[in-house]
Structure formats: structure tokens, C-alpha cells
């Protein structure tokens, strides 16, 4: 296993020399990268700017995927690239972006290179403070937070920048954290689900002391808000490798810190619980898989939920082999509610209609159940709103127990609704505008109302 790369404050201020890897030295040739995104990159220089493919792009070229995202960075400014980009909009509060619009609902997104000032940090146990500063590439590489995310490819002379080692990570496995695991994982605690995403995902082994710093640090999940977990906790399950990715979080200690109501050790039957929800996974990582059509299949969010808490909810309320009907089907109701309310849903605040859905999802499973010992559904069944999404959550629950297979066509989504959905998101208003900042999707991007929180993270109680 290579060495750690162990680096004080200051020896991440000293100046770094990449490594610049020409074109006969790595297998990323430019065909490969998105259209679009290739307009970005050339835009960019017929302006006189430089622009770079950088994270997840590269790696996953490297490694021979597809990458989901081509994610570009800049020297540009926002105010610069809004101008550039006129069919574009600036987005986030902490640090702005900007997202490039194409036809086919293809988004590029383009960001300024940033600096690492949470290193300028003097104190140890303080996460990252409010910052928009920008930076240099230098910079920008060792303020990411794995090696391999922290490449960058260039389109004039075709070559791959590395400041940190990543190139050698990815040829040799390694998941490796930049800079010290421990403090970075203070930084942000988040960091270290993105450690076990990338682990689970590329099947690479975690760096020893990246793995030793994950069960130290753990506890310290609490620090990050319900909702920004929540969102990290759904691309885990929507990613293909949810599997992996929870025995993972199992073996690291990171599991029953997230999911408290997964304590195996102490549960009756909790092996068979665990095992249970590791085949749960395993249909889930099926589906994504088998996918079709990435842009329009889509399992939602209430599913993935639910299929979380299908082991528990199985064992805690006898479903699906009860039986009630009438008053008894909406005690039951009310019951599974109430407790997934209490075990799952305040602990990652989510909105009334997912908990509701969920409920609807769990206590259908009997109905679902008992209705197919008549080998087929009832007429009245599928007149209920709730028929399409719990005969796929009934489905996924099936091939669970090795009867049939749910189908990935089911989960495809309507074209038409989609792009309606899209042209709907509010556009971000320019500073003076008017208008008030929204995050992502124009959602609001989660934070601490704690003074000098920050990445959403707060301190924690003393």
C-alpha cells in the first residue's frame, strides 16, 4: 500500500509542484467528454480564460465510465461567466456558481477555482468558516477532498494536472483523504460519507489512516443538520452501490450514528435484520443498474425511504402478515406514522408529504399482501391514488424474498412532466435584483443558524 501522505499546516502552504501527465500518458482522449461541456471548456479560452474539466469528470474517464457530470472550473468570476453565458444562472449562497443551460435539459456547471483558506485556521476543532474566496489551481486542488477528486484535464495541450497524488491513487485503488484525515473530517464530517461513497462505488480500498480517522471521528456526523444528510444519504441509495456502500458504514462505525434504529447488536434478530437490509440494497442497486434511460428513471425519494426502513418496519409492526381492516388498518396507520416520524423522519427533516408517502408505503404492504393470495389486485385497489407507487414498493419487497423481479421500466418517469418540473425552477436573481438567493435546484442550500456555522455544520454543545 503507498505510504501516507502526511502534510502539516504548514506544509500545505508551502508551494506545490503537479504533475502534469501529457496525452500519451493517461487514457482520457477528448471525444469522450460531453459536447457541451466542450463548448464550456472552449468558450472559456476563445475568452481568454482558462477552464478545466476537474472532479468526478476525470476520475470517472480515468477509470473508463461515464461520468454523470462533466463539472468545470474557471479563473473566470461569476459576473464574468453570467456574461459569457447567457443561457446560464447563478446559483448557492456560501459560494456561487454558475449553471450552463443546453438543450435536452443538459446542465453544465461551471465554478471558479477556490481557495484552501481552512487551512489559515489556528484552532483544531473548528469547522470551516464563511468564505468566498477565490484561488488559484494550486488551491483548488487541495481544498477537495479525496486525491482522486482532485484532478484537473486541459483541453490545449490534453493534459491531466495532479497537485496531489491522485493519479497514482487511481492506478493503484486507493481512497485517500487530502490532507490530514483527522482535521479535515473536523472541517467537515460530511467528508467522511463522501470516503465511504467513492470506497463503495469504485471498490477501492480506504487509506489506513483515512479508515482509523473515520471511526475516531464518526460521532461527529451529529454536528452536520437532518437535511444535509439526508441529501447525502440519497445519492448513497440512488447510486448503484448502496450495498456496498452500507456494509461500509456498517464496518466503519459511520452506520449507527446515521441510523440509530439499526442497532444490530442490540436488536432481537439483528442479524437477520441486517442481512435483510443488505438484500433490500441489493435489489435497489439492480434497478439503478438497469437502467435504461439515466435521464428519465428515477426510484423516489419515498421509495428509497421506505425501502430503509423496510427490514424495521417488518419486524416492528408483523408486516406484511397482519391483517387489519377498517378502524385497526388506521391505528396501524397512525402507529407506523408516528414511529417513523420519531426514528427517521425528524432525524433528517423530512417534509410532511415524504412521511406521509412513506406510511403509505408500509402499511399498504399488508393490503398489497393479502390482495395477491387472490392472484390478482382487486378493481377497487387500483383505483386508489396510492396503487402505482406501493405496487412498486410491493414489488421491490417480492424480489427481496426471491419472488419475481421488480422492473426498472416502472420507475421510468414521465418526459413530458419532467421537463415541465424544469422549466418551472426559479432563476436566481443577480445581486440587486431584488430577489432573495436560492441553492441548488432553487431549493435553499441547508445551514446553521448558529453563529460561525457554516457548509451547514454547527458546533457542538459543550
Not at 502539516?8 to 502534469?20: E, L, M, N
Not at 464550456?40 to 476537474?54: H, I, N, P
Not at 480506504?206 to 437532518?226: F, R, V
Not at 456555522?453 to 459543550?462: D, E, N, Q, T
Request: glycine share 8%; aromatic share 8%.
Amino acid at each position: 500500500m503507498k505510504p501516507t501522505v502526511q502534510m502539516s499546516d504548514q506544509d500545505v502552504r508551502v508551494h506545490q509542484i503537479a504533475t502534469i501527465i501529457p496525452e500519451s500518458g493517461h487514457p482520457i482522449r477528448e471525444q469522450q467528454i460531453d459536447r457541451e461541456a466542450l463548448k464550456v471548456l472552449y468558450r472559456l479560452r476563445d475568452a481568454g480564460f482558462k477552464g478545466y474539466l476537474v472532479g468526478g469528470g476525470v476520475r470517472d474517464l480515468y477509470l473508463g465510465k461515464v461520468p454523470k457530470d462533466f463539472d468545470i472550473s474557471t479563473d473566470a468570476r461569476p459576473g464574468q461567466l453570467r456574461r459569457m453565458f447567457r443561457n446560464s444562472r447563478t446559483i448557492g449562497r456560501r459560494f456561487r456558481l454558475v449553471q450552463v443551460f443546453f438543450r435536452g435539459n443538459k446542465i453544465i456547471e461551471v465554478s471558479t477555482l477556490r481557495s484552501r483558506s481552512e487551512y489559515d485556521i489556528d484552532s483544531d476543532d473548528q469547522v470551516l468558516p464563511s468564505n468566498n474566496t477565490f484561488g488559484t489551481l494550486e488551491e483548488d486542488a487541495f481544498r477537495r477532498d479525496l486525491t482522486i477528486n482532485a484532478l484537473f484535464y486541459e483541453i490545449e495541450q490534453h493534459t491531466i494536472i495532479d497537485y496531489t497524488g491522485g493519479v497514482a491513487d487511481l492506478e493503484q485503488g486507493i481512497i485517500r483523504v487530502v490532507g490530514e484525515p483527522d482535521r479535515r473530517f473536523t472541517r467537515d464530517p460530511v467528508r467522511m460519507m463522501r470516503v465511504v461513497r467513492h470506497a463503495a462505488r469504485t471498490n477501492f480500498e480506504i487509506e489506513k489512516k483515512a479508515y482509523t480517522a473515520l471511526k475516531e471521528n464518526s460521532e461527529k456526523l451529529h454536528l452536520c443538520p437532518p437535511s444535509r444528510l439526508r441529501d447525502e444519504i440519497l445519492k448513497d441509495l440512488q447510486s448503484g452501490s448502496c450495498r456496498p456502500w452500507a456494509e461500509l458504514c456498517m464496518d466503519s462505525g459511520l452506520w449507527p450514528v446515521l441510523f440509530p434504529l439499526y442497532r444490530f447488536e442490540t436488536m432481537e434478530k439483528g442479524e437477520n435484520i441486517r442481512q435483510q437490509l443488505l438484500t433490500v440494497f441489493s435489489v435497489l442497486d439492480r434497478l439503478h443498474s438497469s437502467r435504461r434511460d439515466v435521464e428519465a428513471f428515477k426510484v423516489p425519494d419515498s421509495v428509497l425511504f421506505a425501502c430503509l426502513l423496510l427490514p424495521w418496519a417488518c419486524h416492528r409492526f408483523n408486516l406484511p402478515e397482519v391483517n387489519v381492516r377498517g378502524q385497526g388498518f388506521h391505528r396501524l396507520s397512525r402507529t407506523i406514522r408516528n414511529e417513523v416520524d420519531l426514528v427517521f423522519g425528524e432525524l433528517f427533516n423530512l417534509q410532511r408529504m415524504v412521511k406521509e408517502m412513506i406510511t403509505t408505503l408500509l402499511v399498504n404492504l399488508s393490503t398489497f399482501h393479502h390482495a395477491r393470495k387472490q392472484n390478482d389486485d382487486p378493481k377497487w385497489l387500483r383505483k386508489k391514488s396510492y396503487y402505482r407507487d406501493c405496487s412498486r414498493f410491493f414489488d421491490i419487497y417480492l424480489e427481496t424474498k426471491g419472488i419475481g423481479l421488480a422492473k426498472a421500466e416502472h420507475f421510468i418517469l414521465d418526459k413530458q412532466k419532467t421537463q415541465s418540473a424544469i422549466d418551472t425552477l426559479p432563476v436566481q436573481q443577480e445581486p440587486g435584483g431584488g430577489g432573495r438567493s436560492r441553492g441548488r435546484g432553487g431549493m435553499s442550500p441547508a445551514f446553521s443558524q448558529a453563529r460561525g456555522g457554516v457548509f451547514g455544520l454547527h458546533r457542538a454543545k459543550r
